[in-house]
């Protein structure tokens, strides 16, 4: 039965979450010309709120929990799982307190309805795998820039996403100098989980009445501890959270 819900709502789905993108495209344009980023962020806002809410046309259950154990008034590094590209709604609309920046792949900024716009005018970090210097450049960059602001940045340490829903070896260099341009930031591991059980056959069909959860667990604070250290027990919480331990 699943499968056969799979079948219809699927392209129901697509068809709702491509045309979010291309209606707010436009509207975060018009935002940020006329009334400047305090209003393009507020658009990107309620573009993330809509997407998450559209997981419901599958009958999925969402439930977001632990936003309480943030501390305010500090740079966060929100240190997560990555399992599809439906991960970033629920990051922007979860952590929209702390304005959500993004260590992202350059090419994601071109051509892209919505998210391209964002990645570029929201100041996250657009970096060229194959330039390392550029790479560590744009991170601090973005690192000194949630220090200043106290925003948040996000980075899925694990490099790409995980098909199976396994969290693969976090690699520490991105957390490390995010770290040395915000000194004062707070680590806080983010777990997300569902979305590979949600994409198990691909984009096509989607399980339908997938449980999906987005976690923050307890924060950690880098100071007296080795970048090691740090990597290590933020990846052995989101493997304990996610029972992969």
Known sequence: MKRVLGLLLSPVF???????????????VAALCFFGDPARKKAVD????????????????????????????????IVSNHQSLY??????WGFRKYYPKFISKIE???????????????????????????????ILKLGRL??????AACIFPEGTRSKTGRVKKFMSAG???LLRAAPSAVIVPFVIDGHSQLISNGFF?????QQITYTV????EPEGQSIEEIVNRVEGAIKMALSQE
């Open 87 to 92: 991960d970033i709604p629920a990051i922007v």
């Open 14 to 28: 697509h068809l709702y979450y491509g045309l979010m993108l291309l209606i707010f495209h436009p509207i975060q």
């Open 175 to 177: 957390i490390h100098t």
């Open 217 to 220: 667990l307890d924060p950690v």
């Open 108 to 138: 994601l900024s071109k051509n892209l309805p919505s998210i391209s716009h964002n990645l570029k005018h929201g100041k996250s970090a657009l970096i060229d795998r194959d330039k390392g210097t550029q790479a560590v450049r744009e």
């Open 146 to 151: 949630i220090q200043e602001n106290n925003y």
């Open 46 to 77: 309620l573009l993330n709120f809509f997407l998450v809410k559209g997981l419901y046309l599958l009958g999925c259950k969402v439930t977001f929990s632990g936003f309480e154990k943030i501390p305010d008034k500090r740079p966060v590094i």
């Open 205 to 209: 069909p989607l399980k339908c009445g």
